[in-house]
């Protein structure tokens, strides 16, 4: 008998198949094992009838532990009290590993505890929800680009200099030089731009954040696409246009995922376009009628960006920010020299910034004069000042952090959860 998987039991009602998975929990009652037994597809109701299966399976049965690797074959029937609909008549029964004193019991744990048990935490039906959302989004990431001409453009991992601020870098020793872990892949994807048009690239990113908060990690995943010839006004369309597809996508695809999480998908659903777009004077005089004293320059905080977020159904886009909190590379507004030509995506229900973006430099002399300002090195940045010397034109992107997008889409309150395998502050294990 082949194989059959969890998620497709429906096409086998009545038939005999073979499960392979794992316990996931356990009733018994004399003549009677309840197990549910989950093979990463989902979760079923096996039911074992001491007068259906040889003695010694019936036995093993009621020794079986928690997680314990097991083969079931049985008969598929329509069961109205399961979730799915079917359960498993059971006919044998095979331990292929055995488990005992899985730590996670079905029992309330800390998160701390759950955490460093993370590599088995993963098994569990909410995690599931959410890693499936992550790969979906991740799918839909890619999928977006490729069917819009986008080049899969890769940037490098070790880099030998900042691109978002030398306060947050991981440095590493490369043979006789210093490396930097990549906070993003933008420098180079703008070659990639200049290339090809339109390219993307979408990997890991790493920041030493020294901060400890809900919306930061130290290693995330970013996609990043680049566009020649696209101007402030253009990357706002394709950001608007690139989420209101990933939310879309997600609530069509992964609906059962997302009523595990109980998540509101009334929420995701208004997320179309055109979402409101205010500039940051516009932001400032909003959070002072509100009661923030900030000052004209800051940059926005956690809780300013809830506030100015609450005001809509759906993503803001906060555009123009003063040039001075922003990045070196970041293009001047010709109206006013102050303020960069840049965007960050607000998500809605306080989930804060999930994109930050905007059109670059193209102009060689100022943006020579950016490095300097910034106190960057030079050297490290010929290759990047080459764009600008062989054939510069205006050009924009922006990054999307895929944690924080799948902490709004999946309604969670922490980030640690979005990724596999989080690394915090204070946290480099599993
Ligand atoms: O706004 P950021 O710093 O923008 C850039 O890195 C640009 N170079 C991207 C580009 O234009 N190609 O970061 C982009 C996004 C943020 O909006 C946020 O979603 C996410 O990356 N992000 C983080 N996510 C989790 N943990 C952190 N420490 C993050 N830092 C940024
Ligand atoms: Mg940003």
Redesign the pocket.
């Known amino acids: 008998m082949d194989q059959v998987y969890i998620e497709n039991i429906a096409d086998h009602e009545g038939q005999e198949v073979t499960l392979k998975g794992w316990l996931y929990n356990k009733r018994s009652s004399g003549k009677l094992h309840f197990l549910q037994v989950r093979d990463g597809t989902g979760t079923i109701q096996c039911v074992i009838f001491k007068k259906d299966v040889p003695e010694q399976a019936f036995e093993q049965a009621a020794h079986l532990a928690q997680e314990s690797a097991i083969i079931v074959h049985g008969t598929v029937r329509a069961d109205e009290r399961s979730p799915i609909g079917f359960e498993v008549g059971v006919s044998d029964l095979e331990l292929v590993g055995e488990a005992s004193d899985y730590p996670i019991t079905p029992k309330d744990h800390g998160v701390a505890f759950l955490l460093d048990n993370r590599h088995l935490w993963v098994r569990s039906a909410r995690q599931h929800a959410v890693l499936r959302i992550r790969s979906e989004i991740a799918h839909a990431c890619r999928q977006y680009f490729d069917d819009r001409g986008f080049v899969l453009f890769d940037s490098p991992i070790l880099t030998p200099a900042a ?2 601020g030398t306060t ?1 870098l991981f440095e590493t020793p490369y043979f006789d030089e210093t490396a930097y872990l990549t ?5 180079y ?1 703008e070659a990639g731009a200049m290339a090809f048009g339109k390219a993307y690239c979408f990997g890991p ?1 790493f ?1 030493a ?1 020294k ?1 400890k908060t809900r ?6 995943w ?1 996609v ?3 566009v020649a010839y696209m101007d402030l006004a253009g990357d706002m369309d394709l950001a608007e246009d690139f989420v209101e597809y990933v939310v879309q996508r997600v609530v069509q695809n992964r609906r059962r995922e997302l009523d595990v999480l109980e998540r509101d998908v009334g929420k995701l659903e208004s997320v179309r376009k055109p979402f409101p777009r205010i500039t940051y004077d516009e932001a400032v005089t909003t959070l002072r009628d509100k009661g923030f004293s900030i000052e004209w320059g800051e940059d926005f905080g956690a809780e300013e960006e809830t506030v100015l977020s609450e005001a809509y159904d759906r993503p803001v886009l906060v555009h123009r920010y003063p040039a001075a909190c922003k ?1 070196f ?1 970041m293009k001047a507004d010709p109206e006013n020299a102050k303020l960069a030509l840049c965007v ?2 607000l998500a809605p229900e306080g989930y ?7 059109q670059r430099e193209d102009d060689l002399q100022t943006l020579e004069g950016k490095i300097t300002e910034h106190g960057l090195p030079h050297e490290a940045f010929s290759w990047y000042l080459d764009l600008r010397r062989y054939g510069s034109v205006p050009h ?10 799948v902490a709004w889409i999946c309604g969670l309150h922490h ?1 640690r959860e979005t990724i596999p395998f989080p690394r915090m502050l204070e946290r480099l294990t599993p």
């Open positions: 691109c978002e947050t906070q993003s892949g933008q420098l994807l990113t920041r954040e901060s919306r930061h990690l130290m290693e995330f970013m990043e696409p680049e990045a590379y960050d995506m804060g910034e999930i994109i930050g973006g905007g924009a992107g922006f990054g999307m952090g895929i944690e924080r997008a980030v």
